[in-house]
């Protein structure tokens, strides 16, 4: 396999983060306005300004919304959740695959 297919696969998965970096600045914050209105003891725990905090992504990397039993803000949540997960494996999978064409060239 040559390092000019292996870094063609490694912008795919750059298009798959931008992907889920899409869908993460839409749910995100619909998930954030609704805990500001309707869960005050979350909002308090993650404070002004959450959107790029590291205590809030990671907030809700863990699924804390999960605690709450709230279908609404699961419903938000959850999407916000996986596309953050997709950002994450996307780039770390597209940082590997640069890596490896490096050393195949």
Known sequence: ??????????????????????????????TLVHVRDRQQGIATYLGQGAFLKPMALAWLLRGGYREVRDPSLSGLATPA?????????GLTLAGLLWAVSAVIA
Do not use: E, H
């Open 1 to 30: 396999m040559s390092a000019d297919v292996v870094l063609f696969f490694a912008l795919l998965f750059v298009a798959i983060a931008i992907a889920g970096a899409t869908a993460f600045v839409i749910f995100w914050p619909l």
């Open 81 to 89: 959740r996986i596309s953050l997960l997709v950002i994450l494996l």
